[in-house]
């Protein structure tokens, strides 16, 4: 185990989830890297050569998920909103000496671009375990990046898991944004109409 972890994920809305992520993570690991998630490009265009093509043969319906996911209507905050509510939320939780975030582009398309930037002997890569609650994709990530980027993944298990369609669901009903959201992002996420954001999101599902 090194002395470094990185983790990433498009965070679409950042949850108390996530934070309790982040603290177990935290629990083993001295330092953690959260890697933002930008989508730069169509697929057809990004590393198209014989290793990747092959490793999205073999993963077709995985990369069919991935590219459900980045469907615009589902990604209504850029990177760079998303990297401005971790960043409020870290300092609101006084991690801000052990936690960096940083927009990456998508590990599934560009693998050495990811092993270059997180060494495997320097950072491991890490991701919640998957309840029987996840969806298809959160059961299949784990094993898959893994097998993609080709390095182990280590598993944490935090004390809860709350997904974004769940949370979606339960604002609709009446209950309060604050509820749900990590600490310190209220004001900003609200800064940013995202409530009326992420309600055009609940059309996609």
Not at 1 to 28: N, P
Not at 38 to 67: D, G, I, N, R
Not at 94 to 105: F, G, K, M, Q
Not at 162 to 180: C, M, N, P, Q, Y
């Amino acid at each position: 185990m090194t002395s470094r972890a990185v983790t990433f994920g498009r965070y679409t809305l950042l949850t108390r989830a996530h934070l309790a992520t982040l603290e177990t993570i935290l629990q083993r690991w001295p330092a953690v890297t959260v890697g933002i998630l930008e989508h730069l490009e169509s697929p057809v265009h990004a590393e198209l050569h014989l290793s990747h093509a092959e490793k999205w043969a073999a993963h077709e319906e995985f990369y069919q998920m991935c590219t459900k996911n980045w469907a615009p209507a589902r990604n209504p905050f850029s990177a760079e909103e998303r990297a401005s509510i971790w960043q409020a939320a870290i300092r609101a939780s006084s991690l801000a000496d052990r936690v960096r975030t940083r927009v990456i582009p998508r590990p599934e398309l560009h693998h050495a671009a990811f092993n270059c930037a997180f060494p495997a002997d320097e950072y491991d890569l890490v991701f919640p375990a998957p309840t029987p609650a996840c969806g298809d994709f959160d059961q299949a990530r784990n094993a898959t990046f893994g097998e993609l980027l080709a390095r182990p993944v280590h598993e944490v298990r935090p004390p809860f898991v709350t997904h974004t369609t769940d949370i979606l669901r339960e604002v609709a009903k009446g209950r309060s944004w604050e509820e749900f959201l990590a600490p310190g992002i209220h004001r900003l996420f609200l800064a940013m109409n995202g409530p009326e954001r992420l309600a055009r999101r609940m059309s996609t599902f």
